[in-house]
């Protein structure tokens, strides 16, 4: 999935998150902003719909979004 973040939330938002973990189902996203954040909850449905499109697999069945800066990579 970090491979593939850009195809799971789209060019607009991958410069403002990254993923974090997997726990359990739940996928951790760390987010650069509150704003990005509320976002990113707004769009939980549709990030795991779009995990599942990429990956091929329903692994994932939560999303959790935490603020904070994000790792260079």
């Known amino acids: 999935m970090w491979s593939r973040w850009?195809?799971?939330?789209?060019?607009q938002l991958r410069p403002h998150c990254q993923p974090v973990r997997i726990a359990g189902r739940t996928l951790v996203i760390r987010a650069?902003?509150?704003?990005?954040?509320?976002?990113?909850?707004?769009?939980?449905?549709?990030?795991?719909?779009?995990?599942?499109?990429?990956?091929?697999?329903?692994?994932?069945?939560?999303?959790?979004?935490?603020?904070g800066p994000l790792e260079a990579g």
């Open 32 to 67: 650069d902003s509150q704003v990005w954040a509320t976002q990113l909850r707004y769009l939980g449905p549709q990030v795991i719909a779009n995990v599942t499109e990429v990956l091929g697999t329903a692994g994932v069945t939560d999303v959790r979004v935490t603020v």
């Open 6 to 11: 850009e195809e799971v939330v789209g060019p």
